[in-house]
């Protein structure tokens, strides 16, 4: 624990303490230190041990006609790449780690106080979901890129990126709607012809995967399961957008050119409390996909709403409440303790010899 919470501490420090005007090499010293730590990890992250068998299970050479039918080809193509390549399966994790770590550079330095994104980023979408669910990390992170077209008006690229996120995650086709939105105001009717006209298309596209989810999700086929994490997050996800409902005009009227992506965010998070009434598993997916919106609202609002004499006070409050949440799944958590703790490094091993 105390690895994590060291790290995620000093991310934040940075993020209070470097001016958004000289944040470059901050920037570029933790993109670089992210994907050292998320790419060289050994047996770290629950879903490690999945991820490195189905890679010891890939033959070598690419098969092109097996691997487009598959229903993620994207990863199956860089997975069977590597293999081909002959790269030990680190290199899997380094190159997922290299995709992420774009999305958030570029996510981050599209906003206001990138590093302070950056350091909140850390303790749930680098940790919990980077360092474990590679595929939907990297499907997440293409949709913080596509935000950044969204955020740009570019439809097109927006959509683009969207999609080619989901080649590694299916579950990203369905934000394919908020394409239509960029560049435009968000109303309910907006909302509504951009889920009308572009549902179809996310269904069409997610129809291999229609059937699993149904039964995950809506069946419940393998039992009624819940996540208490699920619902934690939700919470955490959810704190900046019941200050978003009292503060929204001070946003508008300070970010103005980022107010239409932190509105339709808000709108989405509030429309996923049936799903959290409902089903917490499927939520825990959905889950990683807003909460780098979430942080972003946090900060913005913390810049937004500060009075001047409490501007560091308040800019502190995320960080803080982030790092209660790190401390809290740490003591609580039995995937932390058993998944995370200790930290354990391929890099590690070669220089002792191992």
């Not at 790419?39 to 629950?46: D, L, S």
């Not at 380094?94 to 958030?104: D, E």
């Not at 596209?205 to 086929?221: K, M, N």
């Given at each position: 624990?105390?690895?994590?919470?060291?790290?995620?501490?000093?991310?934040?420090?940075?993020?209070l303490?470097?001016?958004?005007?000289r944040?470059?090499p901050?920037?570029?010293?933790?993109?670089l230190?992210?994907?050292?730590?998320?790419?060289?990890?050994?047996?770290?992250?629950c879903?490690?041990?999945?991820?490195?068998?189905?890679?010891?299970?890939?033959?070598?050479?690419?098969?092109?006609?097996?691997i487009?039918?598959?229903?993620e080809?994207?990863?199956?193509?860089l997975?069977?790449?590597?293999?081909?390549?002959?790269?030990?399966?680190?290199?899997?994790?380094?190159?997922?780690?290299?995709?992420?770590?774009?999305?958030?550079?570029v996510?981050?330095?599209?906003?206001?106080?990138?590093?302070?994104?950056m350091?909140?980023?850390?303790?749930?979408?680098?940790?919990?979901?980077?360092?474990?669910?590679i595929r939907?990390?990297?499907?997440?992170?293409?949709?913080?890129?596509?935000?950044?077209?969204?955020l740009?008006?570019?439809?097109?690229?927006?959509?683009?990126i969207?999609?080619?996120?989901?080649q590694?995650?299916?579950?990203?086709?369905?934000?394919l709607?908020?394409a239509?939105?960029?560049?435009?105001r968000?109303?309910?009717?907006?909302?509504?012809?951009?889920?009308?006209?572009?549902?179809?298309?996310?269904?069409?596209?997610?129809s291999?995967?229609?059937?699993?989810?149904?039964?995950?999700?809506?069946?419940?086929?393998?039992?009624?399961?819940?996540s208490?994490?699920?619902?934690?997050?939700?919470?955490l996800?959810?704190?900046?957008?019941l200050?978003?409902?009292?503060?929204?005009?001070?946003?508008r009227?300070a970010?103005?050119?980022?107010?239409?992506?932190?509105?339709?965010?808000?709108?989405?998070?509030?429309?996923?409390?049936?799903?959290?009434?409902?089903?917490?598993i499927?939520?825990?997916?959905?889950?990683?996909?807003?909460?780098?919106?979430?942080?972003?609202?946090?900060?913005?609002?913390?810049?937004?709403?500060?009075?001047?004499?409490?501007?560091?006070l308040?800019?502190a409050?995320?960080?803080?409440?982030?790092?209660?949440?790190?401390?809290f799944w740490?003591?609580?958590?039995s995937?932390?303790?058993?998944?995370?703790?200790?930290?354990?490094?391929?890099?590690?091993?070669?220089?002792?010899?191992?």
């Amino acid at each position: 624990m105390i690895t994590y919470v060291g790290i995620f501490t000093g991310l934040a420090l940075l993020g209070l303490s470097i001016p958004d005007r000289r944040n470059l090499p901050t920037m570029i010293g933790i993109a670089l230190f992210l994907i050292w730590f998320m790419g060289t990890r050994y047996i770290v992250g629950c879903d490690f041990k999945a991820y490195y068998l189905r890679y010891v299970e890939i033959l070598p050479g690419l098969h092109f006609d097996e691997i487009f039918s598959r229903q993620e080809p994207g990863f199956e193509l860089l997975a069977s790449l590597l293999k081909t390549m002959g790269a030990h399966y680190m290199w899997l994790n380094i190159t997922t780690a290299i995709l992420m770590v774009i999305g958030y550079y570029v996510f981050a330095r599209a906003n206001r106080s990138p590093v302070m994104i950056m350091a909140l980023l850390f303790p749930v979408i680098v940790v919990q979901l980077g360092m474990s669910g590679i595929r939907q990390g990297v499907a997440t992170s293409a949709l913080m890129l596509a935000s950044v077209a969204f955020l740009k008006g570019n439809r097109l690229m927006t959509g683009l990126i969207i999609i080619l996120g989901a080649q590694f995650h299916s579950s990203a086709y369905v934000f394919l709607p908020i394409a239509f939105l960029a560049g435009r105001r968000i109303n309910a009717g907006r909302i509504i012809a951009g889920v009308l006209l572009l549902s179809p298309l996310a269904v069409y596209l997610l129809s291999d995967r229609l059937e699993v989810y149904s039964e995950r999700y809506v069946e419940q086929a393998y039992g009624e399961i819940t996540s208490r994490g699920a619902l934690i997050r939700y919470a955490l996800i959810m704190l900046p957008y019941l200050f978003f409902l009292r503060y929204y005009r001070d946003l508008r009227a300070a970010f103005p050119e980022a107010y239409n992506l932190l509105k339709l965010f808000a709108i989405i998070c509030f429309a996923l409390l049936p799903v959290a009434l409902y089903s917490s598993i499927a939520l825990h997916r959905i889950n990683f996909y807003v909460m780098p919106f979430s942080i972003l609202t946090f900060v913005y609002l913390s810049l937004a709403i500060a009075p001047r004499q409490q501007t560091l006070l308040i800019r502190a409050l995320p960080p803080l409440l982030y790092g209660l949440y790190q401390v809290f799944w740490f003591m609580t958590s039995s995937h932390a303790a058993e998944c995370y703790d200790p930290y354990r490094s391929f890099s590690f091993l070669m220089l002792s010899g191992a």
